[in-house]
């Protein structure tokens, strides 16, 4: 499966964004991962095929994560943005079982990432 991202910018702290990632193909599970300079991956929400979501305490409140599945097409759209939000923001996607058990660093496929700026 490929995965291609988009959307990503520079904004300034309590800004939007919206990311979209789009699939080559059918999937069971997308995923929001990012990974902040110097720092490990760090799962931000999945959504599985059924609709079903899963947020990290990072994203809840303030980032909403959709899919488009006759597109299989993924977006997240992300609200009042903090500097520590600031990463590049991978899609990824995998089975059910990775998204259900949020175990991210198993996703089978990833993209090229799309970067994020928040500036204070």
């Known amino acids: 499966v490929h995965l291609a991202e988009s959307g990503g910018g520079s904004v300034q702290a309590g800004g939007s964004l919206r990311l979209s990632c789009r699939a080559s193909?059918?999937?069971?599970?997308m995923a929001w991962i990012r990974q902040a300079p110097g720092k490990e991956h760090e799962g931000v929400a999945n959504?599985?095929?059924?609709?079903?979501?899963n947020y990290e305490d990072s994203a809840k409140g303030r980032f909403t994560i959709s899919k488009d599945n006759s597109e299989n097409t993924m977006t997240l759209q992300m609200t009042n943005l903090k500097p520590e939000d600031t990463a590049m923001y991978y899609c990824?996607?995998?089975?059910?079982?990775?998204?259900?058990?949020?175990?991210?660093?198993?996703?089978?496929?990833w993209g090229k990432g799309t970067l994020v700026t928040v500036s204070s």
């Open positions: 990824a996607t995998g089975s059910t079982y990775v998204c259900e058990a949020r175990n991210y660093n198993a996703m089978d496929y």
């Open positions: 959504i599985e095929a059924d609709g079903t979501t």
């Open positions: 193909g059918f999937t069971y599970c």
